[in-house]
């Protein structure tokens, strides 16, 4: 069996947190999934919740192996563990991807929020934003 290679960490900031949510209240549910069909079955590698704070968090993801991977998360503003949806499902919370990928009449495509961590990384870093 092959040796497992693994990254050091990978490194996600999320900027633009609502500042009208009380910070020490609120939190962002994130997810991160290697590779797409795992993405597709909602089976993430790993997860994590963190309070939300004003403008900027940083996430880290530590002892990841090498491969595709993609982020999605969302701010529970209300704090009932769930992303709201308004009738036609499209999200009143704010939520976001890796890649600040944003959806354009329509959801994100995975081509769009996939990225990469090879075994020559230390640390891969990955901006996005918050999606109000």
């Known amino acids: 069996m092959a040796d497992r290679v693994l990254a050091k960490e990978i490194s996600f900031q999320i900027q633009g947190i609502n500042q009208n949510v009380s910070d020490s209240q609120t939190k962002l549910y994130v997810q991160l999934f290697k590779g797409q069909e ?14 939300a704070k004003a403008e900027k968090v940083t996430v880290t993801f530590n002892d990841i192996e ?24 499209l999200p009143t919370e704010g939520y976001g991807f890796s890649n600040n990928a944003k959806p354009n009449f329509g959801p994100v495509s995975y081509d769009e929020i996939k990225f990469q961590v090879t075994e020559n990384e230390e640390k891969v870093v990955n901006t996005t934003s918050v999606i109000y």
């Open 38 to 51: 795992n993405y597709q079955q909602g089976k993430p590698a790993a997860a994590t919740i963190v309070s």
């Open 66 to 89: 090498t491969g595709e991977y993609a982020l999605r998360f969302f701010h529970d503003e209300n704090n009932n563990g769930q992303l709201e949806t308004n009738l036609f499902g």
